[in-house]
């Protein structure tokens, strides 16, 4: 093994953990525990984020946080991000009204890749809060909506309180061009929708399991028995795609929480094709 | 052709004299707390003269030597990562402006460092460093502005450790590159002298002001005897090879089981291992002041909250917490920064407070493959 010091690896570059400013300009209530901000980033940048990707937001004297884009990527001055309210820093970023400052980095990771879904039917199942992350492709399909087969949103959430987007998803069901289908685990009287896990939606499905691809994000156990639906229904590893979960922290692959196997997530991932970590994705406390 | 030459015992005092002239923070080897460790250093009268350290798992001791060797000693506790990558680093901090937040980042240090007694496996840990936090796609300031003028004073071991294995590992006993100056410690005609290898331009110049003569060839095959004495003596083997594949395939070995039995998680392997990188950040606030900041400092991959997520940890058992050390550190690391994480120093294994041995780890798995077991049982 070499020792010898490349100088070009002792380049400038900017300070990747310093964060910039961006404004709250939105709040908004979407379930009990879950609320999502707008914000606007002090510096606009050209390039739109890719589906699935991340940021880092801090509040200051308080922490940081990963939390993903869920928003329209389309829409360039407005950052939209959906936040579980759970921890000390979740529950002060949802605190902070229009015109407070917070700390931003990113985007990071890896996303949805949306190019890759053109011709083909596109299945989209998410688990509680992972429709956030699968939001900005959601908006994607649409925006073309001419260039793919069929789109289905498979999403299922613990009872009717937690759906989020709910307007939204009202709204997409109207439309003929995509199905949305919505099952929760406990359902009171009133419901008269699915009631399971989401799992149970795939099988429910009609897709060309030759031409399909899959977006999954959710809780891990929900992705595993999702992708083990869909590959009972003839869908191959190499087109499903999922976004892991781990501690991340610097988001830049140099402090070592979001270890997952041989890979970093937030360097490699979040979004990951299933055939690329399937021996890691069973294995326990990996 | 590597270019040699021959420095007394005075003509090292010249040479740390030297680099404090040049306004260098000198550190090297010193003994304080019972141990050998890296400190600022004044003069010859700081270093282990006479001393060495006796290391087997879980063991460690200061021992007079009989004879005044300088460097006659394994590696200690301590390794450089200290300095270039600081155990706790403010890393910016804010103050309220108006309606705005002024943010404000850290200075780096005042004065490059000069590191005296670099073993091969440390060099070899400070290019793996080198690897993980400048050689990606993003780099770490801070340890950019504290290598980057670095000097670098390696010194081939005289003897190894009871729990070294660098000769597996490929890292040492001999430096190779990456310094600027490579001493071995020679003994001829009841004379201490130090056969000194120039590595760069930066150590050619200092040598400009330090007293020294050509290297004759006895003193070169001398001190070629001293680095094939000490890879014939290594404490510790292990099989490097194929020890990636070993690992990654055998992910619910029963021998994780039976090292969680005996493993603490205290993490003491994590804080003395050279190359082990990762950090967690602390946000802070000063009420009187109204600033707030925040702080990066070591963590350790056995700690719960290393990977907690909403609802608990995702590694929460000691057996799934030592997986994910050796596994990174000997595998999972060749995929992600293109080298082991291992140099084979043996701290982890001198400083395990139950002796944990990793060579032994690897060993006890590859004895016991699956496919092993099954015929054993049959």
Redesign the interface.
């Given at each position: 093994?070499?020792?010898?010091?490349l100088p070009d690896?002792?380049?400038?570059?900017p300070?990747?953990?310093?964060?910039r400013?961006a404004t709250v300009r939105r709040r908004r209530r979407d379930t009990s525990q879950v609320w999502t901000l707008d914000i606007e980033d002090s510096v606009v940048s050209n390039e739109p984020f890719v589906p699935g990707q991340f940021n880092m937001l801090?509040v200051?004297?308080?922490?940081?946080v990963p939390i993903s884009l869920s928003g329209d990527p389309a829409v360039q001055d407005q950052l939209v991000h959906t936040i579980?309210a759970?921890?000390p820093v979740s529950k002060a970023l949802v605190r902070l009204k229009p015109?407070e400052?917070l700390?931003l980095r990113g985007p990071f990771g890896t996303g949805w890749p949306v190019s890759d879904a053109v011709g083909r039917d596109v299945i989209v199942i998410a688990g509680g809060l992972g429709l956030a992350p699968l939001r900005p492709a959601l908006y994607r399909l649409l925006a073309q909506r001419e260039r793919y087969r069929s789109i289905q949103l498979l999403y299922g959430t613990r009872s009717p309180d937690d759906i989020l987007f709910r307007r939204e998803l009202l709204a997409w069901r109207r439309r003929h061009d995509i199905a949305v289908e919505i099952t929760v685990d406990h359902a009171p009287a009133d419901w008269t929708g699915h009631v399971g896990v989401v799992t149970t939606l795939v099988s429910r499905s009609s897709f060309d399991p030759a031409q399909a691809i899959a977006f999954v994000c959710g809780p891990e156990i929900m992705m595993r028995f999702a992708i083990a639906a869909l590959g009972q229904a003839g869908l191959a590893d190499e087109a499903i795609y999922l976004s892991m979960?781990?501690?991340m922290?610097?988001a830049?692959?140099?402090?070592?929480?979001c270890?997952f196997?041989?890979?970093?997530v937030c360097?490699d991932g979040p979004v990951y094709r299933h055939d690329r970590v399937r021996s890691?994705l069973g294995?326990?406390?990996? | 052709m590597a270019e040699y030459i021959t420095l007394a015992v005075d003509g090292l005092q010249a040479l740390l004299d030297e680099l404090k002239r040049r306004e260098y923070r000198v550190l090297g080897p010193t003994i304080r707390d019972q141990a050998i460790v890296y400190d600022d250093i004044e003069s010859l009268r700081d270093l282990p003269m006479g001393w060495t350290d006796e290391q087997s798992g879980g063991h460690y001791r200061l021992v007079a030597r009989q004879d005044d060797a300088i460097f006659g000693y394994p590696v200690g506790p301590h390794s450089w990562k200290r300095f270039l990558h600081p155990p706790v680093l403010p890393?910016?901090q804010?103050e309220s402006a108006g309606?705005?937040?002024r943010?404000t980042?850290t200075q780096g240090p005042d004065q490059p460092f000069a590191f005296i007694g670099v073993r091969s496996c440390d060099?070899?840990a400070?290019?793996i460093q080198?690897?993980?936090?400048?050689?990606?796609?993003?780099?770490?300031?801070s340890y950019?502005d504290r290598?980057?003028g670095a000097f670098i004073v390696a010194v081939n071991c005289g003897e190894a450790g009871g729990t070294c294995f660098c000769a597996s590992?490929?890292?040492g006993p001999k430096?190779?590159?990456?310094?600027d100056l490579a001493l071995t410690e020679i003994v001829i005609d009841d004379q201490r002298l130090f056969l000194t290898e120039v590595g760069s331009p930066a150590g050619r110049d200092v040598l400009l002001q330090v007293p020294h003569r050509p290297a004759t060839p006895d003193e070169i095959a001398a001190a070629d005897g001293v680095t094939a004495r000490t890879a014939a003596s290594m404490g510790r083997v292990m099989r490097s090879d194929d020890v990636r594949e070993l690992l990654?395939g055998n992910?619910?070995h029963p021998r994780w089981d039976e090292v969680a039995e005996r493993c603490l998680t205290c993490g003491n392997c994590t804080m003395v291992c050279p190359t082990c990188?990762?950090?967690?950040?602390?946000?802070?606030?000063d009420l009187l002041s109204g600033k707030?900041g925040?702080t990066?400092h070591w963590?350790s991959?056995f700690t719960l909250d290393?990977?907690?997520?909403?609802?608990g940890s995702?590694?929460?058992?000691a057996?799934?917490r030592y997986r994910?050390w050796m596994t990174?550190k000997l595998?999972?690391w060749?995929?992600?920064f293109g080298?082991s994480g291992c140099v084979g120093c043996g701290r982890c294994i001198t400083w395990c407070p139950v002796g944990i041995d990793i060579t032994e780890e690897v060993r006890a798995i590859r004895e016991d493959r699956p496919a092993e077991r099954t015929h054993h049982e049959d």
């Open positions: 093994m070499s020792t010898a010091i690896t002792l380049r400038a570059g300070d990747p953990m310093l964060p400013l801090g200051f004297g308080v922490g940081e579980r759970v921890g015109g400052v700390g979960e781990r501690n922290q610097c830049v692959g140099v402090c070592g929480h270890q196997g041989p890979s970093l360097r890691f294995v326990k406390e990996l | 890393l910016w804010a309606n705005s937040v943010i980042t060099l070899h400070i290019a080198d690897r993980v936090l400048i050689g990606g796609q993003h780099v770490d300031p950019r290598r980057k590992m490929n890292t430096v190779e590159d990456g310094f990654l992910l619910d990188f990762c950090t967690s950040v602390e946000d802070s606030s707030s925040r990066r963590a991959c290393f990977s907690y997520i909403h609802g995702v590694r929460g058992s057996r799934s994910q990174h595998a999972s060749v995929d992600q080298s």
